[in-house]
């Protein structure tokens, strides 16, 4: 059983950056596929961002200005979040896969409990 927490939300204004971070409780993160999902009020959850190893996927709304690392020391996977605009006003989860990440939520056995990011016009 992984435990994930997502911290950073916050409210900023359009054009700002977040950074969310996502922590998990297992020592094996690190083979971990994680991906980045967000839903906003009355639509579905929405890929946004995923890593295996050292690949990454983005969402085509999120290329460019978006970017997901990890540090494998810490466990930890981070969602650097640059020219915010407010159509990016969700609700951001981190899920985690044993293995690749994909952009499917069923592809996905682990979620945290998701931290909200609002970004005024």
């Known amino acids: 059983q992984v435990q994930l927490v997502e911290s950073g939300g916050g409210l900023v204004q359009a054009g700002g950056s977040l950074r969310l971070s996502c922590a998990a409780s297992?020592?094996?993160?690190?083979?971990?596929?994680v991906g980045w999902f967000r839903q906003a009020p009355g639509k579905e959850r929405e890929f946004v961002a995923g890593i295996s190893w050292r690949n990454t996927y983005y969402a085509n709304s999120v290329k460019g200005r978006f970017t997901i690392s990890r540090d494998n020391v810490k466990n930890t996977v981070y969602l650097q979040m640059t020219s915010l605009k407010p159509e990016d006003t969700a609700v951001y989860y981190c899920a985690a896969t044993k293995t690749t990440a994909g952009l499917a939520r069923a592809e996905y056995d682990y979620w945290g409990q998701g931290t909200q990011v609002t970004v005024s016009s």
């Open positions: 297992s020592r094996t993160f690190s083979t971990y596929g």
